[in-house]
């Protein structure tokens, strides 16, 4: 009994002129084939079945419901290789339909690699889901390939891209979660080893990958130093210098400038790649240029100079911060919001700045 594989399904109502001429629907015949199958053990299915079908219906059913046929067999051995596998049995009830439907080696072949193209690709694919491939998965793979009789070319091509597309999926996620750590450096590489992929990243993936690096290592190991071309406090160590910075404010006083949460489309990071925020400010015109010169970041204070003229934010004046792709929006404790906006080194910046105000590293 097939009942788990075909459904029985109604047969289609005789009209009144078929009736009367003693004719029926031509499509019942696919239909009690169907309900055969449903109801009795393959093997015990017959020629002879058929035939009484052909003449029933007056019809040739291997000749005009070919495609039905051909259906009728793919869901046999659908059925059959749910487990992956295809035991004696199953292949004698496979060899019967292909020789009851008058099936080719050709169609057959066919049907099996449509199928089993499916089934490997899953099965691959959760293979490789750890990112490994232990010696007990590779036979079992290569017991799948033979039993679902896929050309070797074809087995290698999904091999192939299963691996890749799993490497992928893992620098994906990399890039999604915005760092890259020296952990997930060598488990990246140790997953390209055990599934012998190569990592050929294309030119954008591995500058993000290689800016993921640098992102990782201003949030979690010692900030560096440098000589800043300025005076500063005998207590004071400067951590970055950004030419080109504009500095800009709201117009107006703070009780009438514009009400906006951010006045730039923004991300938790301060690098999100391309296409995922603006650079551009939402409201230009609420905004007026207060000073343009270099931005240097100390453990107490930022500082913009351009000549003689100085900009000063101390870092304890700082409520929180909005980084977005070119600057940093800062919101100050009871004064005006203030946009710092460059084209370099805006995302060492933010996430420097960000850093010593959630850990108290400024004095």
Not at 2 to 25: C, D
Not at 203 to 210: A, G, I
Request: proline content about 3%; overall charge neutral.
């Amino acid at each position: 009994m097939n009942g788990r594989v075909y459904e029985i399904q109604p047969l289609i109502a005789r009209s009144a002129m078929q009736k009367l001429f003693g004719q029926h629907p031509e499509k019942n015949a696919v239909i009690e084939l169907n309900n055969l199958l449903a109801t009795q053990s393959i093997y015990t299915i017959s020629s002879g079945d058929l035939e009484q079908l052909n003449q029933k219906y007056k019809l040739n059913l291997k000749r005009e419901y070919r495609l039905n046929l051909e259906e009728f067999y793919a869901v046999y051995l659908n059925h059959c290789l749910s487990d992956r596998r295809l035991d004696d049995e199953e292949l004698q009830d496979l060899n019967h339909l292909k020789l009851l439907f008058g099936l080719d080696d050709n169609t057959v072949n066919k049907l099996h690699v449509k199928l089993g193209e499916k089934i490997y690709k899953q099965s691959f694919a959760e293979a490789v889901a750890d990112g490994n491939l232990s010696d007990e998965e590779k036979q079992f793979l290569r017991t799948l390939e033979n039993t679902l009789k896929l050309p070797k070319e074809l087995a290698d091509k999904i091999a192939f891209e299963a691996k890749r597309n799993f490497v992928n999926d893992f620098v994906s996620k990399i890039v999604s979660n915005n760092s890259l750590s020296p952990k997930e450096e060598q488990e990246l590489e140790q997953i390209a080893r055990n599934l012998n992929v190569q990592l050929k990243a294309d030119e954008q993936t591995r500058y993000h990958l290689e800016k993921l690096k640098q992102y990782w290592a201003l949030e979690n190991l010692p900030l560096r130093t440098i000589e800043p071309d300025i005076v500063i406090q005998k207590s004071e160590v400067c951590y970055l210098q950004v030419l080109n910075v504009n500095w800009y404010e709201p117009k107006g006083s703070r009780s009438n400038y514009p009400r906006y949460p951010s006045i730039f489309s923004s991300n938790t990071k301060a690098y999100v790649g391309p296409g995922r925020n603006q650079s551009r400010p939402q409201n230009a015109e609420a905004l007026r240029l207060i000073n343009n010169g270099i931005l240097y970041l100390t453990n107490k204070r930022i500082i913009l100079t351009h000549g003689w003229n100085k900009s000063i934010i101390r870092l304890n004046d700082i409520s929180r911060t909005q980084p977005f792709t070119e600057g940093v929006e800062i919101h100050k404790h009871n004064d005006k919001n203030i946009v710092l906006q460059t084209s370099q080194n805006a995302d060492v910046f933010a996430i420097l700045l960000s850093r010593s105000l959630r850990s108290g590293e400024q004095y």
